[in-house]
């Protein structure tokens, strides 16, 4: 096991922390999907959920080992070619889509019972996309005039398919985009011009939206049908004062506070979460609140720390990285990752409203954990230096060569196998001849 730690390359702090949050996840989200297994089958029995979570952060690191060994240079083609491939895929959610939780983003792949979310692939492309585009260089400074097509539009193009159906996750791509962009040194009044158009943009979403729904409440579906829930979330955070309901966003948020508040400074003890059999989404969007539950303030504060010390490994991985495309990947992916794990604490403790985003290395799910691993494969692949890529191109060579000499040395048998063949066709011939 040393030895294979030893072979791992690009910054060690990430992969530790990495590897310390989804290690830690199988505790929490074995206990908190007790509530799924009631539903779904009635035992309680959350053995195939934690099976299930398994499969998922196994093949999460195995992603994760394999992208890290791609040379940085070559996402740069990936996100091109991927990018207007997951547009595709989020437009076939409006027609193809599976829905749960009343918002459908999520896609099934044929002939199987898996599902996954297209827009958590299309995050991650565009940020490559976008730092591959500010990244290269020019002669002339950045205009709004010069990058409205290459840079604004396909940032245009992901939001306006995401938001329809997931407003949190296109608000954070937005807030992403932008501080890349300032990193980068875009100009500044630029950057307000943009926050103004999609400031505008949005308010005319919503004012659309809430004028369909008015005019047409029958129709249940559709680009508006989830304006009417952002609203209630909305007034639900604002007003604390209204009555809670099991049916809506306020059930959970007082199952959380309660959660946190029963807590305490220790936690009631792993696996003796009361309020995990009755928020709904115990095991994705609510985890830190049974995570506080169960192993008290002290527990959340460490997991935060995880996040803190993750953030600042992107931090000083950013700053020492060698290019400003490498730079600027490591920040375009690794800060929202800390920043939805945030968004998730913060909703857990009514600071937020309610997201729908999950915490990320913790919590249960399949694409969002994918990707989640597929994009700290690609800042560990910017961290690395050039002599880890020597070393691991002349492991590759020599691998290759070995291969190479065994094919050789196959062949070589069989030529003489043949040869051996054909002159003892020979000899028998001369024999029956002379007979």
Known sequence: ???????????????????????????????????????????????????????????????????????VNRFKAIAILLLPFSWLLI??????????????????????????????????????????????????????????????????????????????????????????????????????????????????????????????????????????????????????????????????IEKAKTAIATGGLYGLGPGKSVQKNFLPQSSSDFIFAIIVEEYGLLGGLAVLSLYMLLFLRFIITAHKAKSTYGKLLIIGLGFPIIFQALINMGVAVQLLPVTGQTLPLVSSGGSSIWMTFFAIGVILSATKKEEEFAEEQAERDAREAALQKLIDKQLEEERQLAEAEALKGVVSETKAVQS
Request: hydrophobic share 50%; net charge positive; glycine share 6%.
């Open 1 to 71: 096991m040393f030895k294979f730690i030893q072979r791992l390359k690009g910054d060690k702090g990430i992969w530790s922390f990495v590897a310390l949050l989804a290690l830690f996840s199988f505790m929490p989200v074995f206990s908190a999907s007790s509530n799924l297994a009631y539903m779904n089958h009635g035992t309680g029995n959350t053995l195939g959920y934690l099976v299930k979570h398994a499969v998922h952060i196994g093949f999460g690191f195995w992603i994760l080992y394999q992208v890290q060994k791609i040379q």
């Open 91 to 252: 437009a076939a959610t409006y027609f193809i889509g599976v829905e749960q939780g009343s918002a459908t983003r999520w896609l099934r792949i044929p002939g199987t019972s898996i599902t996954f979310q297209p827009s958590t692939a299309a995050f991650v492309m565009l940020m490559m996309f976008v730092a591959f585009y500010l990244s290269r260089k020019r002669e002339e400074p950045l205009t709004f005039k010069s990058t409205l097509i290459n840079l604004w539009l396909p940032v245009g193009v992901t939001l306006m398919l995401i938001l329809p159906n997931n407003f949190s996750t296109a608000a954070l791509i937005f807030a992403m985009v932008l501080m890349l962009a300032f990193t980068a040194n875009y100009p500044l009044k630029y950057l307000f011009g943009v926050v103004g158009i999609g400031v505008t943009a949005f308010a005319l979403f919503i004012a659309v939206g809430k004028f369909v729904n008015k005019t047409q409440p029958e129709v249940k579906t559709g680009l508006f049908h989830r304006v009417a829930t952002w609203e209630k979330r909305f007034e639900s955070f604002v007003n604390e004062d209204e009555k809670t309901d099991a049916q809506n966003d306020d059930y959970q």
